[in-house]
Structures are given as structure tokens and as C-alpha cells.
T-cell receptor
């Protein structure tokens, strides 16, 4: 079956530090990959996505590249801000037929001034 | 634009009580979902509805029932609440027919069962 594994948190960084949150997946075929972000007290919202191998998703300074050979979709940002403090979820969805999203367990990011 | 609206936002129940979480979306989406979020467990799918008139079990359906009342509304019912159902519940919706269609989430309903 499908599964997503994320690095455990919390990840604690100082403002302007470089961020990497690792995500690897197991899936049949070639799924679409997503990063969702959950700010305190809110629901999840889509941060970025990639639909095929070697695609790079980007938004708000965050990037992730779909790596088929390593089944990975690591999230990166060159310079984090305090406002980036949130929980980040990696997810996948099969591209053929009807399919629900499979989420990782989430990684909390805490950025201090 | 309201998006996905959940009610209530907070609820405290005693063991054995029943309640219904309401969810409505105004984006004309086909699919709707109920998830629960627990510390260290991420999001787990309880039930989903791929289209009006259909519902299917997700990963953790035991103790829950759902109703897709119409295209806009998808409710989650706890018939006899248990402490293990203390959680934050999220409703979500998605437009089908788009392979990469994103999920839109409500703000969540925090349920405590004593």
C-alpha cells in the first residue's frame, strides 16, 4: 500500500537558517506528491505539489523536487522566518482512478528570532 | 468566500453521549472527507464521499457514521462517544476530475470526551 515517512520533529531553527524536512514515500506507480502546512489553530492548506518525476514544486520560498530514484520529496527553504513556524505534512495521491490522499505524520517547525 | 465550514469548533462530551459534526462547502466540490488528527499520528481518514449519494470507509471508521446530505454537506456522527475519540476533526473537500486537485480543509473541530 501507499505510505509516507517524514522526519520526526520538532525542528528548531533560528531565523534565516536553512531548512530541510525529509520525506520519503512508498507507492505503486507514480503518484502526485504534496506538502501541506498547518499554522497554529488552523486547518491544513496546500503549500506546493509535484505531479511527475523531476518536477519541482515551489511556493513562498519553499521548494521540493520529486525524486523517483530515491522516492523522496524533501522540503527546503533557504532562509526561514518566524512566521514559518507550523506543522508540515508530506502527502501522496495515486494519479490513476479515484484515490484519497495519504499523509505523513507531520513535522513541527519552530523558528526563533 | 467561506470555503469549508465546520461546526461546532469545540465540544465536550461525556462517555456514551452522541453528537454530530457538521461540514459544508461552497466550492461545488464533488468529494468530501473527514479526518482526525492526533499527536504523533498525523491525519487519519475516517470516512469519505467521492460524490453525492456515496460514502466509503477510510482508515479508522469504527465508532463513526457519516451522511452526505447533499453536494454541499457531509456530517460525521458519533453514536456513543468514547474517550479514544478525543481528537481534532477536520473536514475537507476536493474537486474531482482534476488529478492534482488540492484538498481544502476546514478549521477543525476539537472534541473532548470525558
Amino acid at each position: 500500500g501507499n505510505s509516507v515517512t517524514q522526519m520526526e520533529g520538532p525542528v528548531t531553527l533560528s531565523e534565516e537558517a536553512f531548512l530541510t524536512i525529509n520525506c520519503t514515500y512508498t507507492a505503486t506507480g507514480y503518484p502526485s506528491l504534496f506538502w501541506y502546512v498547518q499554522y497554529p489553530g488552523e486547518g491544513l492548506q496546500l503549500l506546493l505539489k509535484a505531479t511527475k518525476a523531476d518536477d519541482k514544486g515551489s511556493n513562498k520560498g519553499f521548494e521540493a523536487t520529486y525524486r523517483k530514484e530515491t522516492t523522496s520529496f524533501h522540503l527546503e527553504k533557504g532562509s526561514v522566518q518566524v512566521s514559518d513556524s507550523a506543522v508540515y505534512f508530506c502527502a501522496l495521491r495515486r494519479n490513476s482512478g479515484y484515490s484519497t490522499l495519504t499523509f505523513g505524520k507531520g513535522t513541527m517547525l519552530l523558528v526563533s528570532p | 468566500n467561506a470555503g469549508v465550514t465546520q461546526t461546532p469548533k469545540f465540544q465536550v462530551l461525556k462517555t456514551g453521549q452522541s453528537m454530530t459534526l457538521q461540514c459544508a462547502q461552497d466550492m461545488n466540490h464533488n468529494s468530501m472527507y473527514w479526518y482526525r488528527q492526533d499527536p504523533g499520528m498525523g491525519l487519519r481518514l475516517i470516512y469519505y464521499s467521492a460524490s453525492e449519494g456515496t460514502t466509503d470507509k477510510g482508515e479508522v471508521p469504527n465508532g463513526y457514521n457519516v451522511s452526505r446530505l447533499n453536494k454541499r454537506e457531509f456530517s460525521l456522527r458519533l453514536e456513543s462517544a468514547a474517550p479514544s475519540q478525543t481528537s481534532v476533526y477536520f473536514c475537507a473537500s476536493r474537486l474531482e476530475g482534476v488529478n492534482t486537485g488540492e484538498l481544502f480543509f476546514g478549521e477543525g473541530s476539537r472534541l473532548t470526551v470525558l
